[in-house]
Every structure is written in structure tokens, then in C-alpha cells.
């Protein structure tokens, strides 16, 4: 194995560590918070964060180096590649920037309000929407990222 092949590797696992666990928060755990089960919810959000914020670093880092791959500059400008490569880098900026929101500032606001005992729906909401935005960020990445890959 060669070492672009291992980067490429992690970079695919990163995503899907990533993208794995948003969706199963997602269509699984934030389903069955609405149904009652917001603390569960909450709980399993604080404590996937910081695999979901590895993955998000391990996606950066070896999608950093797989650029670097990507051969001399003059191709890359003449192939088109760069212009996708530079909207892909935009969008993914966008998705980690939502993810941050969902993380760092609507869970909080969910434990807040279960603490509080107020209604947890709200941010529940928030929360729903945030992740959809990231997984459909993460599926106009992908179509990116194969664009580069055949340009």
C-alpha cells in the first residue's frame, strides 16, 4: 500500500464516520427525541462530539494532502479542476460551519432547556434542520469530489 492510498482510505472513513453518525442521529436517535426520548437524544449528541469533530479534522487534514496529489498546478487550472475543487472546499466549509451551530450552540440549547424543563421541541427542530443541511452539503460534496477525481 502506497501512502496516497491510506490517505485517500482515511479520507473515505473520516466521511463516513462523519456522515455515518449524523444520519443515524438523524433518522434514528432525533425521531425517537421527539417521541420523548429528548434526554437520550441529548445525551448521545454531547458524546458523539468529539468522534464526530476527529472525523471532521481527519477529512480536512488528508483531504489537504489528496489536493497536493492533484499534479502540477497548470493542469489542474486547465482541467476545470480547480474551480470545482474551490466550490467543494466552500461547501465543506459551510458544512463544518452548520455542524459547529448544531453542536456548539442547539444542543446546548437542547440540555439547557430539558434542564430547565421547558419544551425541547424547538431545538429539536433546529437540530433537524441542521443536520439535513449538512447531509445534503455532504451529497453535492461527494458529486464534487468524483468531478475532480474524473477531471
Known amino acids: 500500500m502506497t501512502v496516497p492510498i491510506v490517505v485517500l482510505w482515511l479520507h473515505l472513513l473520516g466521511v463516513v464516520i462523519w456522515m455515518g453518525g449524523l444520519m443515524y442521529q438523524a433518522h434514528v ?7 420523548g426520548g429528548a434526554g437520550t437524544f441529548a445525551e448521545a449528541a454531547r458524546r458523539g462530539r468529539p468522534v464526530a469533530w476527529t472525523a471532521i479534522a481527519l477529512v480536512a487534514a488528508t483531504g489537504l494532502y489528496n489536493v497536493t496529489r492533484l499534479g502540477p498546478l497548470e493542469r489542474v487550472m486547465e482541467s476545470g479542476a480547480a474551480l470545482i475543487l474551490a466550490a467543494k472546499f466552500m461547501l465543506v466549509l459551510a458544512a463544518v460551519a452548520v455542524a459547529g451551530q448544531r453542536d456548539f450552540a442547539q444542543v446546548p440549547r ?3 432547556a ?31 469530489g468524483l468531478a475532480i477525481s474524473r477531471a
Open 110 to 112: 437542547l440540555t439547557r
Open 114 to 144: 430539558l434542564a430547565a424543563g421547558d419544551d425541547p421541541r424547538p431545538a429539536l427542530s433546529a437540530i433537524g434542520w441542521l443536520d439535513r443541511i449538512v447531509l445534503l452539503l455532504a451529497l453535492v460534496v461527494l458529486y464534487l
Open 29 to 35: 436517535l432525533l425521531p425517537a427525541a421527539r417521541r
